[in-house]
């Protein structure tokens, strides 16, 4: 069986419920901590701390125990992610990136390093995004980093949404997945 833009939604959703646990958990501990280590009226959760690794492990650990195929990290340094078929072949790879600067552009020749990486594997794999953004922006957000990345927006899964608080107050932070075959032109200038 092959990985499918339904794989990459399940693992999506995942990823999104995982770090949505950990930010609630996160808030709450904030929230009872005397002095309060923030400012402002809302605890932050995920975003007091934004390692990409913590969020890759906090994935990894939730894809383990509800993602229905095999997943490794770290394979040989060269993928955050690595999906095993049922009978033990390689089947796809992944990366997580944070893209969470004001403009958003930093981030981009990174991410773009990642899908350019996965289709030198000639394998299908995805790139997960970590985000946060002012409530009701994620669409608008995902739309532009399409465009920067010259991919197509139905390249993406429907981005798992959930409310939060960061230095500058309350946000929503956001999981999407880019869908990457090996036939897909890294750049569409090439």
């Known amino acids: ?8 939604q399940n693992i999506v959703n995942i990823a999104g419920q995982a770090l949505m646990e950990e930010d609630a958990y996160l808030a709450g501990c904030l929230a009872r901590r005397k002095p309060r280590p923030y400012t402002g009226d809302h605890p932050p959760g995920m975003l007091w701390r934004t390692r990409e690794v ?24 060269l993928f955050d992610f ?3 078929s049922e009978t033990g ?3 796809a790879v992944g990366e997580m990136k944070r893209w969470m600067t004001t403009t958003g552009e930093p981030e981009v020749p990174l ?12 394998l299908p794999g995805f790139v997960l995004i970590v985000s946060a953004n002012p ?6 957000n995902l739309v532009e980093l399409a465009r ?3 991919q197509h927006e139905d390249r993406f899964a429907t981005p798992f949404r959930f409310p939060s608080a960061g230095v500058a107050g309350e946000c929503e ?5 880019i869908f990457v075959e090996a036939t897909v032109v890294a750049h569409p200038t090439q």
């Open 1 to 8: 069986m092959s990985f499918t833009m339904t794989d990459l």
């Open 54 to 77: 913590f969020y890759q492990f906090l994935t990894y650990r939730k894809l383990l125990l509800c993602f229905p195929k095999l997943v490794d990290v770290e394979r040989d340094s």
């Open 82 to 84: 690595v999906i095993y």
């Open 89 to 91: 072949a390689l089947e």
């Open 111 to 122: 991410i773009q390093k990642d899908i350019d990486k996965i289709i030198r594997r000639n």
């Open 135 to 140: 409530p009701g922006t994620t669409h608008s």
């Open 148 to 150: 920067l990345l010259g």
């Open 173 to 177: 932070m956001f999981v999407a997945g």
